[in-house]
């Protein structure tokens, strides 16, 4: 048997797993900030989905991929779907000592050890406090998360009517699996939603610091400039590397006429990548690639998928 092991994580000395827990709790010190963003992020994501292939969230059978240990996400669409998640960590809901010496066993000390301290902290607590507030509810139900690869998922044919994946698709080792997976548990006539954050976009090395005031400390692509790359923090985050073109490809092949969206990066960010490739550096990078941030993409399975392959 292969044991899973966790996309996002990796072995680290104990000054950069110290580093990196400090930027981490300066990014949710304010959980209920965090948790009000969190929503406005799915309900935007929601509305996009009902736009484009008028499709409503209510009374779906629906999987998140990758969900996380706050399931923001999860939490917010079991209010009125059936939702089942899977992710590569255990992910548990509480203090008890055998769910903890699972976790330990298979996300690892580091991982661990974060997800104790803010539930010590509260932060976890003033997360679900915020939750239920922007939800508008005073309990959400308590989605069941499957540790479970995405890359070779076990569930039945034809099992769900959605699938949603945010910020995971970046740290798939196969993500031609993943999407053979997702293609193959969809209903004929299901949809998923795919959002994955560009390696090449500025903050494509995922630094924690880019989540704190002190984003300014990895501005300017450090991870693809050579003479830089000493300035990225802890190199603790498995990252596939996969360029926009490659994205494109892929999703052509395994979705055809899938619907795509581009989130660009802010003001300045342009004009620095311009400003840099000036000067000799980053030539190898379209001004494309290095200035979009996410790449989201929507794609509703054909009654015959087969057909539209051939």
Request: proline share 4%; net charge positive.
């Amino acid at each position: 048997m292969v044991k899973l092991r966790s996309y996002t994580s990796r072995k680290t000395s104990a000054r950069s797993f110290l580093h990196e827990a400090s930027n981490l709790y300066r990014h949710y010190r304010r959980a209920s900030d965090q948790a009000r963003a969190a929503i406005q992020d799915i309900r935007r994501r929601e509305a996009v989905i009902n736009e484009n292939l008028h499709l409503e969230l209510r009374g779906l059978d629906i999987l998140e991929i990758g969900p996380g240990q706050f399931q923001a996400q999860m939490k917010y669409l079991a209010v009125h779907n059936r939702v089942i998640g899977i992710d590569l960590d255990v992910i548990t809901q509480n203090l008890a000592p055998l769910d903890y010496l699972r976790m330990l066993r298979t996300n690892g000390l580091k991982r661990t050890a974060k997800t104790l301290g803010r539930k010590i902290l509260g932060i976890d607590r003033q997360f679900s406090s915020g939750l239920l507030r922007e939800i508008g509810v005073r309990s959400v139900p308590t989605p069941k998360v499957i540790q479970m690869d995405a890359c070779q998922m076990s569930f039945a044919d034809e099992s769900f009517d959605f699938v949603y994946a945010r910020s995971v698709f970046h740290h798939l080792p196969n993500p031609s699996a993943a999407l053979d997976g997702i293609i193959r548990v969809l209903r004929p006539g299901g949809a998923a939603y795919i959002l994955l954050h560009l390696y090449t976009s500025e903050t494509g090395c995922l630094d924690p610091r880019i989540y704190t005031d002190r984003g300014n400390e990895v501005k300017g692509w450090p991870h693809l400039r050579a003479r830089l790359h000493g300035r990225v923090a802890g190199d603790n985050t498995y990252l596939n590397k996969l360029r926009l073109e490659d994205w494109r490809k892929l999703f052509e092949l395994k979705m055809p006429s899938a619907k795509y969206f581009a989130n660009q990066a802010g003001p300045g960010t342009f004009e620095l990548a311009q400003a840099i490739r000036s000067q000799g550096e980053l030539l190898d990078y379209s001004l494309e690639e290095l200035t979009t941030n996410d790449l989201a993409v929507l794609w509703r399975k054909p009654v015959s998928y087969a057909a539209v392959l051939n």
